[in-house]
């Protein structure tokens, strides 16, 4: 088995050198490539990947922009290897991964798996709050986790694998972004393919952005869930639904302080108090603490003001995905 990393990249040839940096430190002791597909970046990263190419067997592309997941498809395309492994450019990965997914995949095989995330100690304060709030089992990245079996798990694209015949089977990653995982995983699926999630090939993912970005990503991330939900309706669950019921029970919880009802308030408090708490504990910081309750309430925020709005265009109005959010869809 011979593994081919598919890394796209956009505008950051920083975020490149830390992730070859890392690369170049595997532990992992057979053959395996980097494929590093420029998709249409003003600033290139050509230069740090020739830093490397002693280092490690490299291939660079240069290509035009379409988006993540075609720069995906095209780098699997170019690849000789039989097991492909994609990481995010804002990804640090430990020296063990590819030891374990090796170890995995030997004891079960299958043709598609994905790793969580974990935080650096040299992570930044707001990167690990954000860290929190998308990984942890109080917020909707615990939903999602535990909403989902460990043998049959949705990847997600900064830290996933996928075989080269479920790739040409499946002809990789569609055109919407974000959302292009879990649809490719739910394709996969339905093709006779089975996914699962290996706990021990995390990775070190540094989500290099601030609280506008982040509000803006997960707000996407809201409105792609009812657009897959319309297209593979068998695979929609409740759960979805909480962050847009978490929001709409805390309006409630205003409205009903006008006839002096405070109960439904106060367990919105014991929340964040037990986010602050959890969080300043895991990460012995109390500031971290705080600016973890900053980001779970703009994870909930923006997640659910973003599938109430895609519910409402797609479900209820019954618009087409393509004209109700065309910046969710690169044209290839």
Not at 225 to 232: C, D
Not at 267 to 282: A, D, E, G, Q
């Amino acid at each position: 088995m011979i593994f081919s990393l598919i890394i796209p990249v956009y505008n950051r040839p920083d975020e490149v050198d830390e992730l070859l940096e890392s690369l170049a430190k595997s532990d992992y002791n057979e053959a395996f490539e980097i494929v590093l597909v420029e998709d249409g970046s003003a600033i290139p990263c050509k230069d740090v990947v020739m830093n490397y190419q002693g280092k490690l067997n490299i291939s660079y592309y240069f290509k035009t922009n379409s988006g993540p997941g075609d720069s995906r498809n095209f780098g699997m395309r170019k690849a000789r290897g039989d097991y492909f492994i994609i990481f995010d450019s804002d990804c640090i990965i430990p020296s063990q991964y590819l030891t374990e997914v090796r170890k995995e995949l030997n004891e079960k095989y299958v043709d598609c798996f994905g790793g969580p995330d974990k935080a650096l100690d040299s992570f930044s304060d707001i990167q690990k709050a954000i860290n929190f709030a998308m990984t942890s089992f109080l917020t909707t990245g615990g939903i999602r986790g535990g909403s989902e079996k460990i043998n049959k798990f949705q990847p997600r694209s900064f830290n996933m694998g996928i075989s080269k015949k479920a790739f040409q089977a499946s002809n990789g990653f569609g055109n919407i972004h974000p959302g292009e995982d879990p649809d490719l995983s739910i394709r996969l699926w339905n093709l006779g393919f089975e996914t699962r999630l290996f706990k021990n090939a995390y990775v070190y993912h540094k989500r290099r952005i601030d609280w506008e970005k982040f509000s803006v990503q997960v707000n996407k991330f809201g409105k792609a869930r009812p657009i897959l939900n319309s297209w593979y309706p068998e695979h929609n669950k409740i759960t979805f639904f909480f962050p847009s019921i978490f929001i709409l029970g805390l309006l409630l919880a205003f409205l009903l302080l006008i006839i002096n009802f405070d109960f439904l308030l106060q367990i919105y408090f014991v929340y964040f108090i037990i986010i602050f708490l959890t969080s300043s504990i895991k990460n012995k910081n109390l500031k971290i603490g705080y600016y973890s309750v900053i980001a779970v309430w703009k994870q909930f925020f923006g997640y659910g003001t973003g599938f109430i709005e895609s519910f409402v265009k797609i479900i209820v109005l019954r618009k087409k995905p393509q004209e109700a959010f065309p910046n969710m869809f690169f044209r290839i």
